[in-house]
């Protein structure tokens, strides 16, 4: 079982461990009050869990509209006039 959990006070005190921790082995979880409260992560794993699944390319041919003929033209009129 891995030993990657910290209470809040030990977090603190031994900060420069806990990040040593996070970057060479796994994800460390601190708890505060007895509950799961924050994780840290090394950069690495950060970067592979917020990189997108593709590029804004791929995404936008991929989607059911991709060959449908849109008309993406806007209104030019003035818009209304209003009361203040």
């Known amino acids: 079982m891995k030993n990657n959990k910290w209470q809040l006070q030990d977090a603190k005190s031994k900060f420069s461990k806990l990040v040593d921790k ?19 992560l090394s950069f690495e794993d950060y970067k592979k869990l917020t990189k997108p699944d593709s590029d ?25 006039e209003m009361d203040l």
Do not use: C, W, Y
Not at 22 to 39: D, N
Not at 67 to 75: I, Q, V
């Open 22 to 40: 996070a970057m060479l082995h796994h994800p460390q979880i601190v708890t505060k009050r007895g509950h799961e409260a924050v994780v840290v």
């Open 56 to 80: 804004i390319v791929s995404f936008f041919r991929s989607s059911p509209l991709f060959d449908t003929d849109l008309e993406l033209t806007r209104n030019k009129d003035m818009p209304r």
